[in-house]
């Protein structure tokens, strides 16, 4: 298995407010897709939180939904639910998988995540939930970076792997 985390982060560190992205950028919303899904268009697992779960669009087609909650009663349709990392690797299987959020979620696969793939968007941005900057223990292997358009900000489309660890 290897396990690899995605998100947007403005460069103050949001990542939500209300439940919702603060930003649009149709260009990350592709990479989501494509990274989500895999070159072989066959979908990856997807492990996320509750809110997470309950902030998207509703099921990504083609993808597995494993929501890691302690909730006991929740309209849980289309998603596996779990109660446990351990509980949620073992539903993922083998193969590449995806944790998508939110930050409590982020916090406890990033010790067992072998990659980041992250969105920096150059700006700040109001938010509720909030991720810190990446430690020395992450390198940066991929970047692309994209210049502001309009009233979209500038941002950089990241790879990081572990030190010590090369990208797969």
């Excluded at 298995?1 to 990350?28: C, Q, T, V």
């Excluded at 997807?46 to 998207?56: A, C, H, Q």
């Excluded at 980041?116 to 968007?121: F, G, Y």
């Excluded at 790879?159 to 990208?167: D, F, N, Q």
Aim: glycine share 10%; with cysteine; proline share 6%.
């Amino acid at each position: 298995m290897s396990l690899f985390l995605i998100y947007a982060r403005a460069a103050n560190g949001a990542i939500g407010k209300e439940g919702r992205l603060p930003w649009h950028l149709p260009a990350d919303l592709k990479r989501f897709k494509a990274l989500t899904m895999g070159a072989d268009r066959q979908g990856r697992p997807m492990i996320m939180g509750r809110k997470t779960f309950e902030s998207l669009p509703g099921l990504l087609p083609g993808r597995r939904h494993i929501v890691l909650t302690r909730r006991e009663r929740w309209d849980s349709t289309g998603a596996d639910v779990v109660r446990s990392v351990e509980e949620a690797l073992a539903k993922a299987g083998d193969g590449d998988v995806a944790v998508i959020g939110g930050a409590a979620i982020f916090d406890v696969f990033m010790p067992l995540a072998s990659k980041v793939e992250l969105t920096e968007i150059h700006r700040d941005f109001d938010g509720d939930v909030f991720m810190p900057p990446l430690g020395p223990e992450w390198e940066i292997c991929g970047r692309e970076d994209f210049a502001a358009e309009g009233e979209r900000p500038s941002y950089s489309f990241l790879t990081y792997t572990r030190v010590g660890e090369s990208a797969a």
